[in-house]
């Protein structure tokens, strides 16, 4: 009889369980994508997927589905499921909507007036990156320079914008850690973080010096940085075969 009722029990956990799995495998699948720790081009394996999970194959074609979708796989027939290679035209176009959208959004914090009384605040930031930067802790930076850029929705509670500016676009969450020299180990990494942060910084200037054009011409500047950054890296023989 115990038997039995422990049975029964574990039916039900099973059956409350099952509808999870497909959010925690492409949940696992995303963040490894998303990291280049899955590098693009490499072919997944559902069945080695399905026997890591201890389930059927049902949830991970459910997840992979999900990942084709958003852009971060590729599936071929007869072939399987690829990640995605960095779609170097879908990086430019969310680059062009979050130049458009966020520099409108900096301007109008500006515009009314927010932004002067933070400064001690951003400048703090900023000095944070560097310390980042001088202790090679690149992958931090990721996580500080999307802070930094997330503050100034939250000013006028625009957060519904930040929908469109590839918060989520695997394409471009990819290229940036290019742009911020997370997966590489040239020299020239070095510079392109430290860049980014000192765009961080003149805009500060710009604010400070109550210099509007002076703070949008750097928006614009900071936003175009990563496609000649890019480009430098989709000729590099090491790197050339991610993107397409």
């Not at 099952?18 to 492409?26: Q, R």
């Not at 991970?60 to 796989?73: C, K, Q």
Request: charged fraction near 30%; hydrophobic fraction near 35%.
């Amino acid at each position: 009889m115990d038997k039995l009722s422990t049975n029964k029990s574990d039916t039900r956990n099973d059956s409350i369980e099952a509808p999870k799995l497909p959010d925690e495998i492409h949940y696992y699948l995303w963040n490894k994508i998303a990291t280049l720790e899955l590098k693009p081009g490499v072919k997944l394996s559902e069945l080695g997927l399905a026997e890591q999970f201890k389930c059927s194959r049902i949830p991970v074609r459910e997840a992979v589905r999900r990942l084709n979708v958003e852009g971060a796989l590729d599936s071929q027939p007869q072939r399987g499921s690829f990640v995605s290679k960095i779609n170097f035209e879908e990086v430019r176009k969310v680059r062009y909507l979050r130049e458009v959208l966020e520099t409108r959004v900096v301007l109008d914090a500006y515009d009314a007036g927010l932004l002067t009384p933070l400064i001690p605040l951003l400048r703090g930031m900023v000095r944070d990156q560097k310390n980042l930067i001088s202790f090679n802790e690149l992958e931090k930076l990721t996580e500080l320079d999307t802070q930094f850029h997330d503050f100034f929705y939250h000013l006028q509670n625009k957060e519904f914008v930040q929908s469109h500016t590839g918060r989520h676009d695997i394409h471009y969450i990819r290229a940036r850690r290019f742009a911020l020299g997370i997966e590489r180990s040239d020299k020239q990494r070095y510079d392109d973080s430290i860049n980014i942060v000192l765009q961080h910084e003149r805009m500060i200037d710009a604010i400070e010096k109550k210099d509007r054009t002076a703070l949008s011409d750097e928006l614009i500047l900071h936003f175009r940085n990563i496609n000649h950054t890019l480009e430098n890296i989709v000729n590099n023989e090491e790197f050339s075969e991610y993107f397409e």
